[in-house]
């Protein structure tokens, strides 16, 4: 437990049928890796705590709201707010116990096989829609996700493309409804558990917005990454919760400065070093 004496905190909170079961680092040993990214497919986190009691542990069951927060001293905040998806059998790690808990920001809309068209219906499966022409991007996306019955939050589009044509909606739900955040020139992901369609690019005014040097928690130079679709900068800092996607960051550093966006990153904690690192462009 080598960061208590820099005041690291980790809360995990599990809603039980029997009420709500908290437990706290330094307290349980607790470790953790949660992703973020932003991909329409829900980001995982795995959790795992030590030495539980069976008693505790039978608890803890697949489906159960799981809140995980973490940060130093009073700055506590929210790491991910999941559902449990899988359960692993305890472990022997050394001398201890390690329970292994994997849950899911958001629900995986991947698996939905329903698909939409725009004959009459052959099957449960298939939800018929049809857009006449004159239609804007905003209005397509939301019928969609009503239709579908998921809940979108449509926060801005950098291009609510109007069709001139009569537009056809094909494919399962996600795929439809990432076709025409892409027709918007807007991108269609999760943050904090919300699947939304925004300009990435656009403050919207609720993004979080913070200094990073390494007087705040850099820990490493900025390191270029590019590939054919992404170019821009991986970082490493010491454990920030505020760190999500689309979060603007004021980087300052020996040999890259400026203003930046997260794309995609995780928060670990190996029960020695709690860091995040991020994608930024």
């Given at each position: 437990?080598?960061?208590?004496?820099?005041?690291?905190?980790?809360?995990?909170?599990?809603?039980?049928?029997?009420?709500?079961?908290?437990?706290?680092?330094?307290?349980?040993?607790?470790?953790?890796?949660?992703?973020?990214?932003?991909?329409?497919?829900?980001?995982?986190?795995?959790?795992?705590?030590?030495?539980?009691?069976?008693?505790?542990?039978?608890?803890?069951?697949?489906?159960?709201?799981?809140?995980?927060?973490?940060?130093?001293?009073?700055?506590?905040?929210?790491?991910?707010?999941?559902?449990?998806?899988?359960?692993?059998?305890?472990?022997?790690?050394?001398?201890?116990?390690?329970?292994?808990?994997?849950?899911?920001?958001?629900?995986?809309?991947?698996?939905?096989?329903?698909?939409?068209?725009?004959?009459?219906?052959?099957?449960?499966?298939?939800?018929?829609?049809?857009?006449?022409?004159?239609?804007?991007?905003?209005?397509?996306?939301?019928?969609?996700?009503?239709?579908?019955?998921?809940?979108?939050?449509?926060?801005?589009?950098?291009?609510?493309?109007?069709?001139?044509?009569?537009?056809?909606?094909?494919?399962?739900?996600?795929?439809?409804?990432?076709?025409?955040?892409?027709?918007?020139?807007?991108?269609?992901?999760?943050?904090?558990?919300?699947?939304?369609?925004?300009?990435?690019?656009?403050?919207?005014?609720?993004?979080?917005?913070?200094?990073?040097?390494?007087a705040t928690g850099l820990l490493d130079s900025p390191q270029?990454?590019?590939?054919?679709?992404?170019?821009?900068?991986?970082?490493?800092?010491?454990?920030?919760?505020?760190?999500?996607?689309?979060?603007?960051?004021?980087?300052?550093?020996?040999?890259?400065?400026?203003?930046?966006?997260?794309?995609?990153?995780?928060?670990?904690?190996?029960?020695?070093?709690?860091?995040?690192n991020a994608e930024i462009e």
């Open positions: 437990m080598a960061n208590e004496q820099f005041g690291f905190k980790v809360i995990v909170r599990i809603e039980t049928d029997d009420g709500d079961l908290t437990l706290k680092y330094p307290d349980f040993e607790i470790h953790f890796d949660s992703e973020f990214t932003d991909e329409p497919t829900p980001s995982e986190t795995t959790i795992d705590i030590y030495n539980l009691k069976d008693s505790t542990r039978n608890m803890i069951k697949v489906g159960q709201a799981i809140h995980l927060q973490a940060g130093f001293g009073d700055d506590i905040g929210d790491i991910t707010n999941a559902k449990i998806k899988y359960i692993h059998p305890p472990v022997r790690d050394g001398g201890d116990q390690m329970f292994e808990i994997v849950c899911y920001e958001g629900e995986d809309l991947s698996k939905d096989e329903r698909e939409f068209t725009d004959d009459t219906p052959e099957s449960a499966n298939e939800i018929q829609v049809t857009f006449a022409a004159g239609v804007n991007a905003r209005y397509v996306l939301d019928t969609l996700a009503r239709r579908a019955g998921i809940p979108l939050e449509i926060v801005s589009l950098k291009d609510n493309k109007v069709f001139n044509e009569p537009y056809s909606a094909s494919g399962t739900p996600i795929s439809a409804l990432e076709e025409v955040a892409s027709e918007a020139k807007s991108k269609l992901f999760y943050r904090r558990g919300k699947l939304m369609v925004r300009d990435i690019h656009q403050d919207e005014g609720f993004d979080e917005q913070f200094k990073l040097s390494s270029r990454e590019e590939d054919d679709d992404w170019q821009g900068y991986s970082i490493r800092s010491i454990l920030n919760h505020r760190m999500a996607t689309a979060s603007i960051i004021s980087l300052s550093s020996r040999y890259v400065g400026g203003d930046f966006r997260i794309k995609s990153g995780s928060h670990t904690f190996d029960g020695t070093n709690p860091e995040t």
